[in-house]
C-alpha cells in the first residue's frame, strides 16, 4: 500500500467513525444520508484538487478553494451551504478527537459569500402565464377546465402569497379565509412545524377563482368517488387520482409552463417576483420575513439592492381575469 491509498484509507476511517457518532446521538437515517453526500463532496475535492484524499495541512486556504469549488458545482445557495456546514461539524469532530487543534471551516462564514442574487420571474412572463391559464379555463372537457383553475390558483398562492411547494403540497381549505370584508383582504394559513401559525394576504381575484374552483372541485370529487380536505389535487385527464398535489408535481406542473410558453419560471422564481412585490407594495421588513418563513435575522439587502430593475403589481391579475370574461361572454354570444 502506498502512502497516497494509506491517507485514503485513514480519511475514510474517519468519516465512518464520525457517522457512527452522530448515529449514537440519534441523527436520523435520512441526515446521515445527507452527511455521507456532503463529505463525498468534500472527498472528490481532495482528490480533485490535491490530486489525493489527505487532510494533512488543511488550513483556512484550503477552506477557500472548496467554497469556491461549490460555488462552481452548484447554482443552489442552501445546497453550498449545508456542505459546508456538514464540513464544520466534521472538522468540529476531529477536534474532539484531537486529530485536529482547531476547526479552520470555522473561521469562514456561509454568507454572505453565498447569498444568491435574487433571479424573478419577469412580469412579462408572469402575465404571459396568466393570460394562457385564463384563455385556457374554457376549455370543454371539465377535468381540462379544472386543472387549469387548480394552476391558477397555484400561480395566486405563489406569487401573490410566496407560498412555497413545501406550503402547497399539503395545503387544505381550512387554511383558506375568505374575507367578507371589502376593505380587508381573504388570507390563507401556513402552520409551520416549528413555529406559530401565521396567515399571508392573497390577491383580490383570489376570491372570485377560488368560489369558482371549489364548486367545479366538489363537483369531480363526487364524480370521482374521492373525498379529502386538501385544495390541490393530482389528476389525470378523465378524473381526480388523490388529494394534494406533491413537490414534484408541482414542479412538472412548472416544467410544462416553460415548454409550451418559452418563458423563465419556476415556483422559486415566481415566490422571489411576490418578495419584490411585497417590498414595492412598501410592507413592513419584518412583517414580510414572517410570510417567507425566515428568521427576524434573515436580510433582505440582495432584494433592496435590486429593487428598481425588477417591478411588480398584482392589479393585473383582476385586470386580465375581467378582460377574459368580458371576451368569453361575447363569443358566447355570437
Request: positive net charge.
Given at each position: ?9 485513514q ?6 467513525q ?17 452527511y455521507?453526500?456532503?463529505l463525498?463532496?468534500?472527498?472528490q ?27 462552481q ?22 477536534v ?80 383558506i ?38 364548486q ?11 373525498e ?5 389535487f ?89 378582460f ?11
Open positions: 500500500m502506498n502512502q497516497s491509498q494509506a491517507q485514503e484509507g480519511l475514510k476511517q474517519l468519516q465512518e464520525f457517522f457512527v457518532n452522530l448515529k449514537n446521538k440519534g441523527r436520523s437515517t435520512n441526515t446521515l444520508k445527507n455521507k453526500t456532503d463525498e463532496c468534500f472527498n475535492f481532495l482528490f480533485k484538487e490535491q490530486k489525493h484524499l489527505n487532510l494533512d495541512h488543511f488550513k483556512i486556504e484550503q477552506v477557500e478553494q472548496y467554497g469556491d469549488y461549490l460555488q458545482r452548484y447554482q443552489s445557495d442552501n445546497s453550498r451551504r449545508r456542505r459546508l456546514q456538514t464540513l464544520r461539524v466534521f472538522f468540529d469532530f476531529l474532539e478527537e484531537d486529530v485536529f487543534n482547531n476547526n479552520p471551516v470555522r473561521k469562514v462564514p456561509t454568507s454572505p459569500k453565498f447569498l444568491d442574487k435574487p433571479r424573478p420571474t419577469s412580469f412579462v412572463d408572469i402575465k404571459t402565464l396568466w393570460s394562457f391559464l385564463l384563455e385556457e379555463e374554457n376549455s370543454p372537457q371539465p377535468m381540462s377546465r379544472l386543472s387549469f383553475k387548480r394552476n391558477q390558483l397555484i400561480v395566486l398562492l405563489i406569487f401573490g402569497a410566496g407560498l412555497k411547494v413545501s406550503d402547497l403540497s399539503g395545503l387544505t381549505v381550512d387554511q379565509f375568505i374575507s367578507e370584508n371589502e376593505d380587508e383582504p381573504s388570507r390563507v394559513m401556513i402552520n409551520p412545524p416549528k413555529r406559530d401559525p401565521y396567515t399571508i394576504p392573497l390577491p383580490r381575484v383570489f376570491d372570485i377563482i377560488y368560489k369558482e374552483y371549489v367545479e372541485l366538489d363537483q369531480m370529487k363526487s364524480k370521482s368517488n374521492m379529502f380536505k386538501h385544495l390541490l393530482n389528476a389525470n385527464p378523465y378524473s381526480i387520482l388523490s388529494g394534494g398535489l406533491s413537490v414534484r408535481g408541482t414542479e412538472i406542473i412548472f416544467e410544462e409552463f416553460r415548454k409550451k410558453l418559452m418563458i423563465t419560471i419556476t415556483p422559486k422564481s415566481l415566490r422571489q417576483s411576490c418578495i419584490f412585490k411585497w417590498l414595492q407594495q412598501g410592507h413592513n421588513e419584518l412583517l414580510i420575513k414572517e410570510w417567507m418563513g425566515v428568521a427576524p435575522s434573515y436580510s433582505l439587502k440582495l432584494y433592496k439592492d435590486h429593487l428598481s430593475q425588477h417591478i411588480f403589481s398584482d392589479e393585473f391579475l383582476m385586470e386580465l381575469y375581467r377574459y370574461q368580458k371576451k368569453n361572454i361575447r363569443l358566447n354570444r355570437s
